[in-house]
């Protein structure tokens, strides 16, 4: 079984950091995609950032040059380092990824179970 872990939300002020971390256990051969996406309330869920198994990475122009995702490949883990949060950042985050088990010939797609960010003064 595979079972992600997200941690990190929280309310943070304008202008604030925080650090979310999401972690994948189980029987894991490989991950190719990990990635976060955000849904605020009423609006469709959206892509953050992500980055592939060769390290290419992606952002949204929304959060370009404030956020910074990472990946540990060792500890099959994800970062999203978001900086400078802004009002319109408050959603809740969900991880993403693209994992291959060992014994399966095919990538799954797998959700986290979301964390809440929060941005008031």
């Known amino acids: 079984q595979v079972q992600l872990v997200e941690s990190g939300g929280g309310v943070v002020q304008p202008g604030g950091s925080l650090r979310l971390s999401c972690a994948v256990s189980g029987s894991i051969f490989r991950i190719n995609v990990m990635g976060w996406y955000r849904q605020a309330p009423g609006k469709q869920r959206e892509l953050v950032a992500a980055v592939t198994g060769g390290k290419r990475i992606n952002y949204a122009d929304s959060v370009q040059g404030r956020f910074t995702i990472s990946r540990d490949n060792a500890k099959n883990t994800v970062y999203l380092q978001m900086n400078s949060l802004k009002p319109e950042d408050p959603a809740i985050y969900y991880c993403?990824?693209?994992?291959?088990?060992?014994?399966?010939?095919?990538?799954?797609?797998?959700w986290g179970q979301g964390t809440q960010v929060t941005v008031s003064s």
């Open positions: 993403n990824l693209d994992v291959r088990r060992y014994g399966s010939g095919r990538y799954e797609d797998i």
